[in-house]
């Protein structure tokens, strides 16, 4: 959930929390951390399921990804070490934005627990055709519920991910034949906690670029957010979206770069996958 943002002294700034509490930040102790979803992929444009499925990113895709590395730019971001999963969108995705930052020099971290959730058996299929075929309300309930899975995929079938050579080092009971967004933050976790967090912690200044169920996965940890608020998240492709911590980690606000209007037409456009809209 965004945060307003706090007013700002030499020393130390103030924050006023939604139910009315000030609170005083040393501002030079203050963690920034930058989450990017990637640009839009081939599949995004199709309305598909995309899941581990490895599509690149579409024309508008990679505009996405050079905006956000001049966003980023412009206001003034650099970093010390980025984080991505091991899908080319999102590894794409970052190497644009750092190519636009002139940082592609800086260590990048590549992690299948960053991976975009497991759709199981929906992967590739068209998200409104499924709702037309199952009905709206199940589609929404495969996408959005925070526990209940997808059709899994059988082991035989070639969009099983132990054939792809890239999990080979996996134990078998790591790589998914479907999973739920709560899978997906069991998932990452482990990533952030170990490996990620400490480096937040020493003051690096850290960039991640991942997915969109990934990402959400992370907010609703560092937000602390409900099974059901959660399900109410929509974060849009290519769009930076700045976290300011304190020692502890903990959220102080939170804000996307960018026009407040195209982000928010942005976060419908998400919010309509796999419904049936008119087309009157």
């Keep these: 959930m965004l945060r307003p943002r706090p007013k700002y002294n030499k020393i130390l700034w103030h924050f006023k929390s939604p139910c009315g509490k000030t609170y005083l930040f ?24 995309t899941g581990w499925t490895d599509v690149d990113l579409s024309p508008k895709g990679l505009e996405e990804a050079r905006n ?29 934005a750092l190519d636009e930052m002139d940082q592609m020099w800086i260590p990048v971290n590549l992690s299948w627990r960053l991976n975009e959730r497991h759709y199981g058996a929906l992967q590739g299929l068209n998200k409104t055709e499924t709702a037309l075929k199952y009905g709206e309300e199940q589609v929404q ?84 957010l409900s099974d059901q608020d959660v399900l109410e998240l929509n974060i849009p492709t290519g769009v930076p979206l700045v976290y300011e911590l304190d020692d502890n980690l903990k959220p102080l606000r939170n804000y996307y770069l960018g026009d407040r209007a195209q982000i928010e037409q942005a976060m419908q456009v998400v919010a309509n996958q796999g419904k049936i809209l008119s087309r009157s």
């Design 141 to 224: 309930i495969w996408r959005r519920s925070y526990s209940i899975r997808p059709p899994a995929l059988e082991p035989e079938d070639d969009r099983y991910p132990g054939f792809d050579p890239r999990y080979r080092d996996l134990a078998s009971q790591e790589i998914p034949l479907a999973e739920c967004l709560q899978d997906t933050v069991a998932r990452f976790l482990p990533y952030w906690n170990e490996t990620i967090a400490p480096q937040v912690q020493s003051g690096q200044r850290v960039l991640i670029t991942a997915h969109g169920n990934s990402l959400r996965a992370l907010v609703k940890y560092l937000d602390n």
């Design 68 to 96: 956000s590395g001049r966003l980023l730019r412009e206001n003034g971001f650099a970093f010390d070490v980025a984080y991505t999963s091991v899908l080319k969108r999102a590894i794409r995705t970052l190497w644009i």
């Design 26 to 49: 040393i501002k030079n102790n203050m963690k920034k951390l930058i989450l990017l979803r990637h640009g839009e992929s081939i599949w995004n444009k199709e309305n598909r399921f």
